[in-house]
């Protein structure tokens, strides 16, 4: 089954304490992205990547770190982080191109993050 | 980044048809208008996109006017299960350039009997 899958879906953490959330997809997509949600606000992208060892900032990159080592995978981490980052996180991928292709991003489940 | 302006929320009865626009005035020449559906606690789903003029799929449809500078999603006969946010994404497809993607706040549908 086509997928993106994020680990965990659920977390709740101390300020400082640094944090991974991974997120991986089975469709050999080259383009995969963080967003994060917040009540008002919609869905802001942090970090998007365009291919192995391609990442680049979105609207929101700051206090988020990246890397993509693998195609099929694209951690979220959190070197230290604070109560201004809770929130819902979303990872998504889609492949490379104009259309038809290209405009459809997969979304993963979703991690809810709480920072106390 | 062509910024988007949605309704923030709209109320409809099932078996009526729902139309939300989007406005998006300094919409580019190579950017896309891509709409997203989402559900309580779940990520957004593709629903339609297009270009200029009208694109119909098995969901939806939208209507782009000449200038683009708007959109309209229309969705004929709504049920309950509609009840969802919609997301209008303007932008260019991730084509190896420039693909910063951004979401407006969304307009949330609720659909009673």
């Known amino acids: 089954e086509a997928q993106v899958t994020q680990n965990p879906r659920y977390l709740i953490t101390v300020t400082g304490k640094k944090l991974t959330v991974t997120c991986s997809q089975n469709m050999n997509h080259e383009y995969m992205s963080w967003y994060r949600q917040d009540p008002g606000l919609g869905l802001r992208q942090i970090y998007y990547s365009m291919n192995v060892e391609v990442t680049d900032k979105g609207d929101v990159p700051e206090g988020y770190k990246v890397s993509r080592k693998e195609k099929r995978n694209f951690p979220l981490i959190l070197e230290s982080p604070s109560p201004n980052q809770t929130s819902l996180y979303f990872c998504a991928s889609s492949p490379l191109g104009g259309p038809p292709v290209g405009y459809e991003q997969y979304f993963g489940p979703g991690t809810r993050l709480t920072v106390t | 980044l062509a910024k988007t302006t949605q309704p923030i929320s709209m109320d409809s009865y099932e078996g009526q048809e729902v139309n939300i626009t989007c406005s998006h005035n300094n919409i580019a020449t190579n950017d896309y208008i891509t709409w997203y559906q989402q559900f309580p606690s779940q990520g957004p789903r593709f629903i339609i996109q297009?270009?200029?003029t009208k694109v119909t799929n098995e969901v939806a449809s939208l209507f782009i006017p000449a200038d683009r500078k708007s959109s309209t999603l229309s969705l004929p006969r709504v049920s309950l299960s509609d009840t969802a946010v919609y997301y209008c994404?303007?932008?260019?497809?991730?084509?190896?350039?420039?693909?910063?993607?951004?979401f407006g706040t969304g307009t949330r549908l609720q659909v009673t009997l």
């Open positions: 994404l303007v932008g260019e497809p991730p084509t190896g350039t420039a693909s910063k993607l951004t």
């Open positions: 297009g270009y200029k």
